[in-house]
Each structure stands twice: as C-alpha cells, then as structure tokens.
C-alpha cells in the first residue's frame, strides 16, 4: 500500500478532525491511484503510517466501506473493492439523464439572457490550441468540474447534489481516461462544441453533443485492464531522487 505519511504537528487533532483526515488521504490515494482496486491492507498499516490512533482509523474506514470505496475481509483485513463495471455503466446512465436534463432547461432560457458561470466556462474551453492543458489530472479535475457546473447553472439544487455524488462515484473511471493524451485534446473540442450549441440555444444539437461526448467516456470503463491501472500508479508515485 503507498500512503502518505503523517506530520509529528498533527497528532494532537481532535478525534473527529483526525478521522476526517484519514478519511481524505485514503479517498484521494484510491483517486490518484496510489491505491489500486484489490490492493489489501490492514488497519495497523494505516494507523502506523498516518501516525494515528486505531479508533480513527477504524472510522475512516468504516466511512470508506459504507460509501463503496472499500470492502473488510474479517480475517486479512481491508480491501480497495474491485471494480463493478457494471455498476459503473448505471451510474453513467443516471449522469446522462441528469446532464441532458440540464442542457434542455439551459436552452429554453430567452437567449439574450447571460450567466456568469457559463462564459466563464467558455473562458476555460473555448481556447486556441495553445492555450489548451496537457495534464491529464488537472484536465480530468476541470472535465467533472464543466459537468457539475452545468447542473448547477440549470438551477436545480437536488439534481446538481445528486450529479455530485454520482461524478463522485465515477471519478477513477474518468481519471484512468484521462491518462490517454488523445482525450484530453478531444475534451477541449467537445466541451467546445457543446457550450456553442448551449449559447446559440440549439438544444437538440446540444443534447446529442453531450450524450456522444459522455457516451465515449463510458465505453471506456470496459477497457480498463490492470496494466492500465498500475501505469497509472507508476505516474502518479514521485521520482526517485
């Protein structure tokens, strides 16, 4: 398991605050690949590396399970769960429907009508060329970004909380994607297109736009290999000095 240390400063926090701390640094290793679906460990690994306590570490795991992230095998300890793929493409599913939901309210507004949040999504993507991104991590935190953004702008609090907790859920996936530089560039070009045809109030175009963009996105998730994902871990461990 790679997981970064604990400073001797922050052995003093509150129970609470040091659960919730844990809680961050194990979901984001599972995000960044530094923990790999079927990685095991145990509770004393984390609580020897975080410099804790086992009480928060049992929470923070404990946390970790009831949202799906990992899986306590009584007798060896914890797991990273496995991918369900299946799963994955439902979750997928509920995102177009919310997304195209989204798209159709934003293109009914009366076209002279200007949102902030929108033009300062154009400002991100509708860039030239060299002014584009290459980090494919930065890029995949700016792609869910633009998605949830949308939700929001639409106006909907519930279908925006619910949108997060979906993006939440999908966020590897779509990260792994993010590994290939191909889409990275092809994200531009979509984000692009669809913020085009919102703005010009072409709803239908807008709509086929977005569910062609997320579509190729979710037929990704059948592809994922293991060598894929361990490369990923390879990128995302420093260099040795």
């Given at each position: ?8 400063r ?103 009508e ?29 792609d ?25 859920k ?13 889409r ?6 979509e984000?692009?297109?669809i913020?085009?045809?919102i703005?010009?109030r ?7 736009l ?9 037929a990704?998730?059948?592809?994922i ?16 000095r």
């Open positions: 398991m790679q997981l970064a240390g604990s400073s001797p922050r052995r003093k926090e509150r129970p609470e605050n040091l659960a919730g701390r844990i809680y961050l640094q194990l979901k984001d290793d599972i995000f960044e690949f530094r923990l790999l679906p079927g990685d095991r460990f145990s509770e004393g690994d984390v609580a020897e590396r975080m410099a804790a306590s086992r009480t928060p570490v049992r929470q923070a795991l404990h946390r970790l399970e009831r949202e799906g992230y990992l899986e306590l095998y009584f007798r060896s300890g914890w797991q990273v769960r496995p991918f369900d793929f299946e799963h994955f493409e439902e979750l997928y599913e509920v995102r177009i429907v919310l997304e195209l939901e989204a798209v159709r309210r934003l293109c009914v507004r009366p076209i002279g200007q949102s902030p949040a929108l033009e300062a999504l154009t400002r991100t993507w509708m860039v030239h060329h060299e002014q584009r991104l290459h980090d494919g991590a930065l890029v995949a935190q700016l869910e970004r633009f998605h949830c953004q949308l939700l929001e702008i639409a106006g909907n609090r519930e279908m925006a909380r619910l949108h997060r907790e979906v993006s939440e999908i966020r590897i996936i779509r990260r792994l994607d993010f590994t290939q530089a191909p990275v560039h092809a994200t531009y070009d984000h692009a297109r913020l085009d045809a703005l010009a072409r709803g239908e175009e807008a709509q086929l977005l569910r062609t963009h997320i579509e190729v996105s979710k990704q998730v059948r592809k290999t293991l060598h894929r994902l361990h490369s990923a871990r390879q990128r995302a461990m420093p260099a040795p």
